[in-house]
């Protein structure tokens, strides 16, 4: 078995396991298994963050295999995450997946 090979079943059988790490959400109306990741939100300081005219914002970092994906994701697409839409503030690709970083 290659490093991909390997790297592809952990994906499946830990990090995007249901019953470890991945939970079901919905892109586009179409569930798949993703990690939302509220420890890089807090350390990149992008949660809730309210502005002195009254603003909120409100960011999600997910992390998504590209195999669930029809498209690859670019920065200012709008992207429908759990039936809310949120333009896409940043991307990092790597080996069979994406984190991508929303903002609203």
């Not at 952990?10 to 990090?15: P, Q, R, S």
């Not at 959400?25 to 009254?54: A, C, P, W």
Request: aromatic share 16%; glycine share 6%; hydrophobic share 40%.
């Amino acid at each position: 078995m290659t490093f991909k090979e390997q790297l592809e079943k952990d994906f499946d059988h830990t990090f995007f396991n249901l019953n470890e790490f991945a939970e079901l959400h919905r892109v586009y109306g179409k569930e798949m298994h993703i990690i939302v990741d509220s420890e890089t939100l807090l350390q990149l300081n992008l949660g809730k963050t309210v502005y002195s005219d009254g603003i909120f914002t409100d960011n999600i970092v997910f992390f998504v295999q590209k195999k669930y994906l029809d498209y690859e994701p670019v920065i200012g697409q709008i992207i429908e995450f759990d039936d809310v839409t949120y333009p896409v503030d940043n991307i990092l690709s790597y080996i069979g997946g994406y984190t991508i970083i929303l903002t609203g």
